[in-house]
């Protein structure tokens, strides 16, 4: 459930009118939902009412401050990736033992500001990692608490660039060989070697492929705990999937998820640890954009909107799917057409939609992807010498912008031309 809803005639984000918001900050423009973050967090916190866990919130999902400072503001803790969502989340306000500093490629200069701002756990991907940690640690006069994060070789049924949890990505320590690298971690100085972590992929829509990673979780903790490890965290990743528009079943609810955790790994005593991104975020944001033509092509018609790849890649970057809805409600009896909906970058990638039916538009209406709080806003590029666009919240009647919408000089200031081209 989010808080994007028409009202007399026009897609509201609360108590605002969308049409408000685009004609005082201008399009394109992100909107987030105050309201509709704070009740994801509380579907997902009640949903693990009695297990404790510290729920960190995935920041590569939206970094944005505002949106960090409001779950943070609810109690969540971040996962953060580099060095600097560290200094996004230590800005917003998340205390550092509340944070969990992830990723597969740390440099040491990330690994001396995480240790500096007393993160409650850096999480290793590899042995060369895992020494370079303990070495900044020794530097710094510190012990690192380590978790290792393990590749569980499970198939998250998910896209394929958002899967993390096979042993042929990237991620995480072999399964098979989290035994022998947990004793190489707990031998070196720099290292106490507090937990376990996985994380096995995004917008997942099943959660067999979470109990199956869960499952191989437990068996490792006990084998540990035999071999002497104190293992008292145990960090799950994040990966829940949300309705987008286009599924075939619906997706699990958190509770659903949350009796998985209990089920497999609840009773272990471990300090659970949880990382949800896109779930609490996703649909707590849409983009709105201009339709700045609508050009009828030989055999299709394109409705060109301001808006483009470099704003919202994921259609481009994961074929995902965007429901968009104009922000004026359309009358009942308006006849869909079947459009492209598409941005002004000179690439055919730059496609929102194929053969969506949409009622009809002209130039000058507003038309609003949903579903566009995660991953989209953080991974805007100025691709075409386009400035980053605004983002704004909402909270009840009351907006305000909480990134500035980027300038040209933005782009040109830090390009120089040397004296001797
Ligand atoms: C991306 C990521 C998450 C969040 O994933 P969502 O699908 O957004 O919930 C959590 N943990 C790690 C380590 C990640 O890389």
Known sequence: MDHFTYRHGQLHAEDVAIADIAGAVGTPVYIYSRATLERHYQVFSRAFTGLDPLICYAVKANANIAVIHTLASLGAGADVVSGGELRSALAAGVPGDRIVFSGIGKTEDEMAMALQAGVCQVNVESVPELEALSDVASRLGRVASTAIRVNPDVDANTHAKITTGRRENKFGIEWTAA????????????????GIACHIGSQLTGLEPFRQAFLRLRDLVLMLRADGHHIRTLDLGGGLGIPYGDEVE?????DAYAGIVRETVGRLGCRLI????RLLVGNAGVLVTRVLYVKEGATRTFVIVDAAMNDLIRPALYGAFHAIVPATEPAGDAEPRLVDVVGPICESG????????????????LLVFRTAGAYAAVMASTYNARPLVAETMVN?????????????DDLLVRQHVPTWT
Do not use: W, Y
Not at 180 to 187: Q, R, S, T
Not at 250 to 254: Q, R, Y
């Open 179 to 194: 035994h022998a690298v947990c004793a190489a971690a707990a031998a070196l100085p720099g290292i106490e070697l507090c």
């Open 250 to 254: 619906p997706v699990p609810h958190p």
């Open 274 to 277: 949880l990382e949800p991104g």
């Open 350 to 365: 730059d496609t929102f939609a194929r053969d969506r039916p949409l009622p009809p538009v002209g130039a000058g209406d």
């Open 396 to 408: 009840g009647a009351r907006f305000a912008v909480v990134r500035d919408r980027g300038t040209i």
